[in-house]
């Protein structure tokens, strides 16, 4: 419901424009920073590429990318490499089928053919290469990429930064030209105000603008938001029919099927209830670590919970639909709230961006989809955060699968208790509020030590090795 006889508030700073579709984005994993970031990266350089004028294009030999950072760090775990050999071959994520990441892996040694303009060049994997973890470039997560002549020559180079969620940025980048949101805010708080002052629900709010910010009409919005639900409902159907060991050096087997029986049979509701919302996790976070297509949400690696409580909600807990949506369009002004305000990258604030803020926009979504008032809304999703602040970022060996799986599950089963706890306390003795602990966040990651920080050289990547 549109208000255009109010004026609306203004943000006290950069209001928030991310649109659902910048935030939700379907592709493959395992990791948003260090997969569909890169992919996209090795696309976007394609392009370029292909744009340059003929005489460059002509003395053209080869291309190459190096890693750094967090991408050097855990790259082969996360299966950066391939990513970029992808991209650089014209797959992007929302298109690329679930085929192409581990069909390029199973042939390291291969040299692909790509056509750049009128040259035909031959890249594979030997072409990415893992560089310095140490750099000066202003982003962890940094690909260089360059076109050589036949002497090795750079004729044309470009510097991406991966910043989380699968969202990329270049040297010089500057934000796309697009609308302005109607009820701008960039903070809980003038959220909070704006709601006030307009009289519309969250979910509402949330509809508005993003019809600002893209354009797009309402029917259109709830179709590709029905799509990316559906993909989400889908991840968890393929992880629980898959089984088998999960790809890599670890040896890690896919629970999510066994887990689900075994929940059928407990004679508790509840206990069946939670166990059930457990395998949907493991499910989703399984499909992701295997480089299945999943949903950022807000990342690959936290993808498995919003799923997990999306599905128990249609499936176990009868929600109906237009709650359901409803519910999603809630979540993402949690999300879009800690990505402004702190940050969702492993590599930049640790696990606690990931699961922690996956697990909040869970308890928001639960929360609003049963009808509860945004001051309950922001009491879930604040308790959700605030009990994962300080989670580091430490998978073993480099792979999305320990901690990262588990901690799906955990963190689902936290948001449905942070859930429950906002709505059954008195919420006017709630003490914390969303802003408070998303700059708690914020300035946590900032300050904690980059071992922790998605390069698998500190925490439990280290001492399972260890021990
Ligand atoms: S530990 Fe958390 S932040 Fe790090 S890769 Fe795993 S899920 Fe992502």
Not at 42 to 62: H, I, K, M, V, W
Not at 97 to 103: A, F, I, N, Y
Not at 158 to 168: D, N
Request: proline share 5%; hydrophobic share 40%; with cysteine.
């Amino acid at each position: 419901m549109s208000q255009p006889h109010l004026q609306p508030l203004v943000a006290s700073r950069p209001p928030i424009e991310t649109s659902l579709f910048d935030f939700f984005k379907v592709g493959p994993g395992p990791s948003s920073s260090h997969t569909i970031g890169p992919m996209k990266a090795g696309y976007d350089f394609l392009e370029r590429c292909r744009a340059l004028p003929e005489n460059t294009l002509a003395q053209a030999a080869s291309l190459r990318v190096e890693l750094l950072g967090s991408l050097s760090a855990t790259g082969v775990g996360h299966g950066t490499n391939t990513a970029v050999l992808a991209g650089l071959l014209g797959s992007k994520p929302e298109t690329c089928s679930p085929e192409v990441l581990p069909s390029l892996s199973r042939n390291p040694d291969a040299r692909h053919e790509v056509s750049v303009g009128g040259k035909r060049l031959r890249v594979g994997l030997a072409d990415i290469v893992f560089g310095p973890v140490l750099h000066d470039a202003p982003y962890s997560n940094t690909l260089r990429a360059s076109l050589r002549d036949a002497n090795d020559n750079a004729l044309f180079e470009m510097e991406y930064y991966s910043v989380g969620g699968g969202f990329i940025q270049w040297k010089g980048w500057t934000p796309p030209e697009r609308g302005k949101p109607v009820y701008p805010y960039g903070t809980m708080r003038e959220l909070r105000a704006q709601l006030a002052r307009t009289g519309l629900t969250l979910h509402e709010l949330i509809l508005e603008n993003e019809t600002a910010i893209t354009g797009m009409s309402r029917p259109a919005i709830f179709e590709q938001l029905e799509d990316i639900m559906d993909a989400m409902y889908d991840s968890v159907r393929r992880g629980l029919a898959a089984t088998g060991k999960l790809p890599g050096t670890l040896g890690v087997w896919r629970k999510a099927g066994g887990l689900l029986d075994r929940a059928k049979q407990l004679p508790f509701t509840v206990d069946r209830f939670l166990a059930k919302l457990n395998a949907y996790a493991f499910a989703v976070s399984e499909e992701n670590a295997s480089g299945g297509v999943i949903v950022t949400a807000p990342t690959c690696g936290a993808a498995g919970v919003m799923p997990a409580l999306l599905y128990a909600m249609r499936n176990d807990m009868n929600i109906g639909g237009r709650a359901l949506r409803e519910g999603v369009l809630a979540s993402a002004a949690v999300g879009y709230l800690a990505k402004h305000n702190a940050g969702i990258a492993g590599a930049e604030v640790g696990c606690q961006g990931e699961v922690g803020v996956a697990a909040s926009m869970g308890a928001a979504m639960l929360t609003h989809a049963r009808g509860n008032a945004v001051e309950v809304v922001e009491n879930a999703a604040e308790i959700a955060l605030e009990h994962h602040l300080g989670l580091t970022c430490d998978p073993v060996g480099g792979y999305v699968q320990i901690p990262c799986i588990e901690r799906n599950a955990v963190g689902a089963v936290k948001a449905y208790n942070a859930s429950l706890v906002a709505t059954c306390e008195e919420r006017q003795h709630h003490m914390v509020t969303l802003d408070a602990v998303i700059r708690a966040m914020g300035e946590t990651g900032r300050e904690m030590n980059s071992k922790y920080k998605e390069t698998s050289e500190g925490g439990l990547a280290v001492s399972i090795v260890e021990c």
